[in-house]
């Protein structure tokens, strides 16, 4: 039994349209995938072989993407099968998500660099002794310039900053993954993702 | 058994205020060392804190001092324990909310004369000033020095030893190398170069507990945890009911920052000022340290004078893949 089975580290994802009017619709709702990468990270953390600072271990980011697939919600998944792969495409004109872009750390090998939404401080949240919940929030103006009209958003994935302290490259390295029904976004709404992971 | 401690370090980790950074005062405290494994510790059935070594106590003699139940020359605390009157060991079986390695008293309590430490599991009162003239029976570690040990073959009499199945001079280890606290938290070697990847050579476990980290660490995900019992401290821990429990802890940083205490939280054994919390215990049915005689020879002597090499080497593995 790995750390993973003693803990029954887990989690839950829930989508949320958010309309000007502050109605909020819930769109979907279930558990999420907790992927290798999470082992990956503890395993630095804990046999003391990564970085040396605790912030390249917290999950300060995440990536939205357009083909996912539920075959992807499987733990040897390393990346999002379409993440959203331009400034454009994640903020265009006038979105407000803070994105950044860094390389990836994929099972074996970094990948080229890739764009990622950040993770505000004040929206990780500890809900009891063992929880914790990311809010991720992608505003009314942020992920509506996609590749086409028929371009839906359906997966995110959660990052570890940069647990094995690759200098001068830092990778992040994908711990959660989630799968959703397809999502037109639109500047009518914003999306909320409110994800909780038990340890 | 990993517990539900050990889930609640990994929030605290992902709930770290990355302000903190920022702060020169304070940013010691996101060194990734204040949440790795930092302690091991030995224990044993509550019981057992009342019984074998801790039962007796004579103020003629500053030795440890039991009665061994069987006609062989070994010390099987299982075995003692059958032959005293209710006496079932029996270590408390792992639970995910388990806090520490005995939930109920561990406090060894001599008539109304004195009581030692209750932290769950082997303390090492020898360190403890206030416990000098007392500390040959609240155990469960032996001084660098030497201390004498009797083993009786019948019940012991006040000022008088009796008679004798066989006796020596124990040298603690762990107390020599100032590796282990009065609370009984074996400390982790501090680290020097590669991080994590500790040689195991003999010498180097004069520091403590080492991570042990395999060349296919990156495909396994195995932390490797390894560390020695010296021949004189194993014997030792016998004579006070042996080895039930292992307990892995890291530390506290709530308790020791609500305390006052600022990072880097150096070790100290004699002043140990960390906090301890626990990440995962295993638990044995039987004592670790059962041996049998054989061949004529006494099992205690093999275990001290005959191993082919003075200690007992121990391997804990992590998995996290």
């Known amino acids: 039994m790995n750390i993973f089975d003693y803990l029954n580290i887990n989690g839950h994802v829930t989508v949320h349209k958010l309309y000007d009017d502050g109605h909020e619709e819930l769109v979907y709702d279930d558990h999420n995938t907790i992927v290798s990468g999470m082992g990956v990270g503890l395993a630095c953390l804990f046999g003391l072989s990564g970085s040396t600072t605790i912030l390249d271990y917290q999950i300060d980011r995440f990536q939205i993407g357009v083909s996912g697939g539920s075959a992807l919600e499987v733990s040897s998944t390393n990346s999002l099968s379409g993440a959203l792969s331009s400034l454009e495409e994640y903020v265009g004109t006038d979105g407000e998500l803070f994105v950044l872009s860094a390389h990836q750390f994929k099972g074996s090998f970094v990948g080229t660099p890739t764009w990622y939404a950040a993770i505000p401080a004040h929206n990780i949240t500890r809900i009891d002794d063992n929880s914790v919940r990311y809010t991720l929030v992608v505003d009314k103006e942020s992920c509506n310039n996609l590749r086409n009209d028929n371009t839906y958003v359906n997966e995110i994935g959660l990052f570890m900053r940069n647990p094995l302290g ?34 | ?60 003699y500053s030795a440890i001092i039991v009665r061994s139940y069987e006609s062989v020359s070994s010390y099987h605390s299982s075995a003692i324990g059958s032959a005293i009157l209710r006496y079932n060991i029996l270590p408390e079986y792992p639970d995910p909310l388990n806090t520490r390695l005995e939930q109920n008293n561990c406090r060894t ?13 082997c303390a090492n009162h020898v360190l403890l000033s ?14 660098s020095g030497g201390i004498n040990y009797y083993v009786l073959s019948a019940d012991h009499v006040s ?22 606290d009065s609370s009984g938290f074996l400390t982790f070697a501090p680290l020097n170069g590669n991080q ?36 004189h401290d194993a014997a030792t821990l016998l004579l006070y009911g042996g080895v039930y429990h292992f ?11 609500k305390e006052g205490h600022k990072p880097p939280f150096a070790f100290n054994p004699l002043n140990n000022i960390r906090k301890y919390r626990l990440f995962a215990k295993k638990t044995f049915s039987r004592d ?10 006494s099992a205690f002597k093999v275990l001290l004078e005959g191993l082919a090499a003075p200690y007992i080497a121990y391997q804990w593995t992590i998995r996290f893949l």
């Open chain 2, 247 to 257: 307990g892995l802890w890291c530390l506290d940083i709530k308790q020791m920052l």
């Open chain 2, 130 to 143: 206030s416990y000098s003239s007392v500390y040959q029976t609240l155990g469960c570690f032996a001084p």
């Open chain 2, 109 to 121: 309590v001599f008539s109304s004369l004195f009581s030692g430490l209750d932290v769950g599991h």
């Open chain 1, 166 to 199: 690759l200098n001068p490259i830092p990778a992040p390295i994908l711990v959660a993954y989630k799968y959703f029904s397809s999502i037109r976004k639109s500047s009518d709404f914003a999306l909320v993702f409110r994800w909780t992971i038990n340890f």
């Open chain 2, 196 to 231: 994590g990847r500790a040689k195991t050579a003999t010498l180097e476990f004069t520091s403590g507990v080492l991570i042990n980290l395999s060349p296919t660490f990156s495909s396994t995900g195995n932390i490797d945890l390894v560390w020695q019992l010296s021949a």
């Open chain 2, 159 to 180: 000022g008088s030893l009796g008679n004798i199945l066989y006796s020596g001079t124990l040298s603690g280890a762990y107390n020599k190398y100032g590796i282990m």
């Open chain 2, 1 to 60: 058994m990993i517990v539900d401690t050990a889930g609640q370090v990994i929030v605290d980790m992902l709930t770290l205020s990355p302000s903190l950074s920022k702060i020169p005062s304070a940013s010691a405290i996101l060194d990734t060392s204040n949440f790795s494994f930092q302690a091991i510790s030995y224990g044993k059935d509550v019981s057992g804190f009342n019984k074998h070594a801790h039962a007796v106590y004579d103020s003629n």
């Open chain 2, 288 to 297: 670790l340290l059962y041996l049998n005689d054989a061949f004529g020879a």
